[in-house]
């Protein structure tokens, strides 16, 4: 187990005897792929570390759909949220065949405190997830925004006002009034030829 913890970047580095005793405080889980570790809003109580394998880390959507919040493999870790004893934020799931080293939450907040080190680790780890949804919170009003612009730039806009569409008007009326010209000189010559054979004195000719 000690060889196995030692490959979580969260406790490299730990002396000998440290991990041997934290190795001693935590277990191992063999998963398969598409195995669910964790579910948001159950109780978070064990932080997990990724010895072998990947894991997606998500959010339940409407509709039975989902959205990924992360990917992480080998040496990576997840559940440090538990550190605020609230339910889970967010769903766990196997992406491949994975080995988990588990630690319980009572077992690491006691090592925590034993090694500020790792809990300086822990802290950042959490300030930089917190960063990642603040730059995500911001994204998402800058691109709502902009739709809001866009919508109300539609709204204001004539359909007659844009380019393609004048230009598609201008043609259509110049055709239609082509055809009306030439049906008008067709039914004109047509109705002088008529004419021209009511004439006495004009001549026809059929051939036989």
Same mark, same amino acid.
């Given at each position: ?34 195995? &669910? ?14 010895? @072998? ?43 491949? =065949? ?16 034993? !090694?500020?080190?790792?809990?300086? !680790? ?44 004048? @230009? ?12 009306? %010209?030439?049906?008008? &000189? ?13 004439? =006495?004195?004009?001549?026809?000719? %059929?051939?036989?």
């Amino acid at each position: 187990m000690s060889a196995a913890l030692n490959t979580i970047s969260l406790f490299q580095g730990l002396a000998e005897a440290d991990l041997r005793e934290l190795s001693e405080r935590a277990s191992t889980r063999s998963l398969p792929g598409d195995a &669910l570790v964790v579910r948001e809003g159950e109780p978070a109580d064990a932080l997990y570390g990724i010895v @072998r394998g990947r894991v997606k880390v998500y959010l339940g959507g409407e509709g039975g759909g989902e959205v990924i919040l992360d990917t992480k493999g080998p040496g990576q870790y997840f559940g440090e949220m538990m550190l605020d004893d609230k339910p889970r934020s967010a769903s766990v799931m196997t992406l491949e =065949p994975s080995e988990l080293a588990v630690i319980p939450r009572v077992e690491f907040k006691a090592f925590l405190l034993k !090694h500020p080190e790792i809990a300086l !680790h822990v802290i950042r780890n959490l300030i930089r997830i917190a960063r990642g949804q603040n730059v995500r919170t911001r994204e998402d009003v800058r691109s709502r925004e902009q739709l809001r612009q866009y919508i109300a730039q539609l709204d204001a806009t004539q359909a007659q006002d844009l380019p393609n569409v004048k @230009r598609w008007v201008s043609v259509k009326r110049w055709t239609l009034g082509a055809l009306l %010209v030439l049906a008008f &000189l067709m039914y004109y010559f047509a109705d002088v030829f008529l004419e021209i054979l009511r004439t =006495p004195g004009v001549s026809t000719f %059929v051939s036989s």
